[in-house]
């Protein structure tokens, strides 16, 4: 069984701790992360986009010119999308992107990210991430000695930890989240996941809890 380094505050190795890809998910589905990421980055858009139709834009209704014997073409309305200052042919309104993937596809998503993380050697392991109260500095100063200074980060705790995230919400590139607020997207878009042993064995807890509910989840259907 593979294992991973553990790290202390100053970048020291205190331990090792022993996991399988498997642990988290029996495989990791790339259709399945693409599917996830997708409705995230849905979910985020604003949809406030809007442009004016002939029906909205300001203008007369009259006809400009009589239908035959001007030589012109035949025109109605000023506001019409072919002329300057009227309304968008196709005009575009308000929408909202949002929509939502099956929970257990998501949750089972979010898994396969973390493995991936694992497969990759894209994971750096503490025994432990505490501040007795918010010091940017300091964080810095743990990020230099696990030397994941040059990369952007995920730092995973077990709980919310408040000194911990108004310690690194300074950082470029830096974000913080519980383990339970995990999702595959925020898991992707970090070059790197620095993750507490805590943390780490309250997913592979709950991945165990739900192995055989997986298992029997065909995530072909989690398409969107």
Partial sequence: MPKLTVLDAKGKKVGTYSIEVTDLAPRINKQLLHDAVVMYQANARQGSHMTKSRGMVSGSTKKLYR????????????RSGIRRGGGHIHAIHNRDYSYSLPRKALQLATRMAIASKIRDDQITLIDKLEFSAPKTKEMVGVIKY????????????????????KSARNIQKVAVQAASDLNAYSVLSARRLVITTEALDQI?????????????????GAKA
């Fill in 67 to 78: 239908q035959k014997g001007t030589g012109n073409a035949r025109a109605g309305s000023r």
């Fill in 146 to 165: 696990l030397g994941c200074q040059n990369e952007s980060l995920l730092i995973a705790t077990a709980a919310h930890a408040p000194n911990v995230y």
């Fill in 204 to 220: 592979k807890q709950r991945a165990s809890e739900n192995g055989a509910k997986d298992g029997a989840f065909k995530t072909e």
